[in-house]
């Protein structure tokens, strides 16, 4: 599948459009349309469903060391800038940038890669060798880019490309020692672009009227931390033991360097975060459940395993305060051949959370997390002083929970299962010849349009039997009416929105009661009474 059909068919069909198109469009922001925001509110309700709503608290799972509660909470997105401070987000939250001095535009570091090639360049002087590194931002064909990029360096043509040398692979520019002969991502000079700098992904905003430094606060850049802050309010309000888990669905914000690859990277998007409180002694059991747990939660949505994977960090990859890491990776379209980009992190996060709310941020010093200290011996970022820890009435003891994160990206997950749903075959028309047909096909729990309602023609009674069906149906399920054009037509338009059944009011409806419910996947139809619609409809569905 081309990245270009889906991202078309998605503007096409309503499912996602770019923000602020009216004005030229903001880089990095998504609106989802009438389809889209069905999508996205069904995999929210999903993830939701099956790990809050439907989960038994009295019977342990399958896999899990025991049984466990889970509760819910939705909290705010700007919060006390402590809390940003004391989770390492304000001073640690960074990305390495590099910027092109002669088109002003930035490139994350770690994104722009390259290869070194030799020619002889065209210019309006006459002609000569040169050697440069060409850059690209990482893409799905990097040495196309790589070559037209050389191509237009050199002023060659298409033809000419045989003549340029290319020399050791494609290599990032974070392994070069200089960027004197690095010709940047969009440049025509080599040698434009700085070095490397630091730039803090929180977008920073200004609370009330007067404006200080002490009124500066962040949108949050995860859902998380507003869960560990209200750690102590939940153990207090509710009657939750550990272990038990705290989800959250909400916006987060990082103003990402390079937004790209549709909504994968975006400057706002939503995550679907749990963070799991367990006894220290139990963490490493429950991060290895959640973990499978989690994984096994996308195939039973619908992702083929092969295109999923899960990968364990190692040890130099983990964040200051883990023990453990796996990410759920998924094989976008737009990454290169055998590459994998995240979906979910699922992190051993010990007590650093807490505790750094608790006492103020720790760094790790040896084995130890302990509180940073400023020169002056006074905490580099003081917490909140509050006790975070648990009692457990039953054992008579008090510590600081471990915590297990699972934590997706709603926008993400929502993408992959787009990714997975387009299917391209043919099938016969109305005059069963054979037309391309462009389809998507999505876990039934997934799709935005559960059904749609044709009357075969607009006389003789079927629009108003079709109507009332529509009415009947419309309580159940999110479901369409359709009644231009011919059938077929309505069928295809359907089946690219990814609408598993259509009913089909026709003449024999009005004489014996039936109707016609066309399966998208198999295209085959079957008569069913009126009466009985919901009820196919509710055991297909399911
Ligand atoms: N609390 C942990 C945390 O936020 P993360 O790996 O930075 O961990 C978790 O983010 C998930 O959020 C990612 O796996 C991804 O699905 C989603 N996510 C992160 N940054 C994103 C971005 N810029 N655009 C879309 N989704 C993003």
């Known amino acids: 599948m081309q990245m270009e059909n889906l991202t078309a068919l998605c503007k096409r069909r309503g499912f996602l459009f770019q923000s602020s198109e009216i004005y030229g469009g903001l880089n990095g922001f998504w609106d989802y349309g009438p389809l889209g925001v069905l999508l996205k509110r069904n995999v929210k309700d999903a993830w939701w469903n099956d790990m809050v709503m439907s989960h038994n608290e009295l019977t342990a799972a399958a896999g899990a060391p025991g049984t466990y509660e889970m509760t819910g909470l939705d909290c705010t997105i700007i919060m006390h800038p402590q809390i940003w401070k004391c989770s390492g987000h304000y001073d640690l939250f960074h990305d390495f940038m590099v910027d092109c001095?002669?088109?002003?535009?930035?490139?994350?570091?770690?994104?722009?890669?390259?290869?070194?090639?030799?020619?002889?360049?065209?210019?309006?002087?006459?002609?000569?060798q040169q050697k440069v590194f060409v850059t690209t931002m990482e893409t799905e064909n990097t040495q196309t880019a790589l070559d037209e990029a050389a191509l237009k360096f050199f002023g060659l043509r298409k033809k000419d490309i045989e003549s340029l040398q290319w020399e050791g692979g494609i290599t990032p520019i974070s392994k070069l020692t200089s960027f004197e002969n690095v010709l940047g991502?969009?440049?025509?000079?080599?040698?434009?672009?700085?070095?490397?700098?630091?730039?803090?992904?929180?977008?920073?905003?200004?609370?009330?009227?007067?404006?200080?430094?002490?009124?500066?606060?962040?949108?949050?850049?995860?859902?998380?931390?507003?869960?560990?802050?209200?750690?102590?309010?939940?153990?207090?309000?509710?009657?939750?033991?550990?272990?038990?888990g705290i989800a959250q669905i909400g916006k987060s914000f990082r103003n990402e360097i390079t937004p790209r690859n549709f909504t994968f990277r975006s400057r706002e998007f939503e995550q679907m975060e749990i963070e799991f409180f367990c006894r220290p002694d139990q963490s490493a059991e429950w991060y290895k459940f959640w973990r499978d747990k989690r994984f096994a939660w996308y195939t039973?949505?619908?992702?083929?395993?092969?295109?999923?994977?899960?990968?364990?960090?190692?040890?130099?990859?983990?964040?200051?305060?883990?023990?453990?890491?796996?990410?759920?990776?998924?094989?976008?379209?737009?990454l290169q051949p055998g590459e994998f980009g995240e979906l979910e992190g699922v992190a051993h996060r010990g007590d650093f959370d807490l505790?750094?709310?608790?006492?103020?941020?720790?760094?790790?010093?040896?084995?130890?997390?302990?509180?940073?200290?400023?020169?002056?011996?006074?905490?580099?970022?003081?917490?909140?002083?509050?006790?975070?820890?648990?009692?457990?009435?039953?054992?008579?003891?008090?510590?600081?929970?471990?915590?297990?994160?699972?934590?997706?990206?709603?926008?993400?997950?929502?993408?992959?299962?787009?990714?997975?749903?387009?299917?391209?075959?043919?099938?016969?028309?109305?005059k069963g010849e054979p037309q391309e047909?462009?389809?998507?096909?999505?876990?039934?729990?997934?799709?935005?349009?559960?059904?749609?309602?044709?009357?075969?023609?607009?006389?003789?009674?079927m629009p108003e039997a079709a109507a009332e069906i529509y009415g009947e149906l419309k309580k159940h399920f999110s479901?369409?009416?359709?009644?231009?054009?011919?059938?077929?037509?309505?069928?295809?338009?359907?089946?690219?929105?990814?609408?598993?059944?259509?009913?089909?009011?026709?003449?024999?409806?009005?004489?014996?009661?039936?109707?016609?419910?066309?399966?998208?996947?198999?295209?085959?139809?079957?008569?069913?009474?009126?009466?009985?619609i919901v009820n196919v409809l509710k055991e297909k569905l399911n």
Not at 194 to 203: G, K, Q, S, V
Not at 391 to 396: G, P, V
Not at 504 to 522: N, P
């Open 101 to 128: 001095r002669e088109t002003k535009r930035r490139y994350r570091y770690d994104h722009v890669i390259g290869r070194w090639v030799a020619g002889r360049r065209q210019t309006a002087d006459g002609s000569h």
């Open 185 to 244: 991502p969009d440049a025509k000079h080599a040698g434009t672009l700085t070095e490397p700098r630091e730039f803090n992904l929180m977008f920073k905003t200004t609370i009330g009227a007067l404006g200080g430094e002490e009124d500066v606060s962040f949108l949050r850049p995860e859902t998380a931390q507003g869960i560990f802050a209200n750690f102590k309010n939940v153990c207090d309000s509710t009657r939750v033991r550990i272990p038990f």
């Open 300 to 334: 039973q949505m619908g992702l083929s395993s092969e295109k999923l994977r899960l990968r364990e960090h190692d040890a130099d990859e983990l964040s200051h305060y883990s023990c453990g890491t796996a990410d759920i990776e998924y094989q976008f379209p737009f």
């Open 355 to 430: 505790r750094s709310h608790m006492e103020g941020k720790l760094v790790k010093e040896g084995n130890e997390l302990v509180v940073e200290k400023l020169p002056n011996g006074q905490p580099k970022h003081r917490g909140s002083g509050k006790d975070l820890s648990y009692y457990d009435d039953l054992t008579k003891e008090r510590f600081v929970p471990h915590v297990i994160e699972p934590s997706a990206g709603a926008d993400r997950a929502t993408l992959a299962f787009l990714c997975e749903a387009y299917q391209a075959d043919t099938a016969p028309d109305e």
């Open 437 to 461: 047909r462009i389809y998507l096909k999505f876990h039934p729990r997934l799709a935005p349009v559960k059904a749609a309602v044709f009357p075969l023609v607009k006389k003789d009674g």
């Open 479 to 532: 479901t369409f009416y359709d009644d231009k054009g011919a059938v077929g037509r309505r069928y295809r338009r359907q089946d690219e929105i990814g609408t598993p059944y259509c009913i089909t009011v026709d003449g024999q409806t009005l004489q014996d009661g039936t109707v016609t419910i066309r399966d998208m996947d198999t295209l085959k139809q079957e008569r069913v009474k009126r009466e009985e």
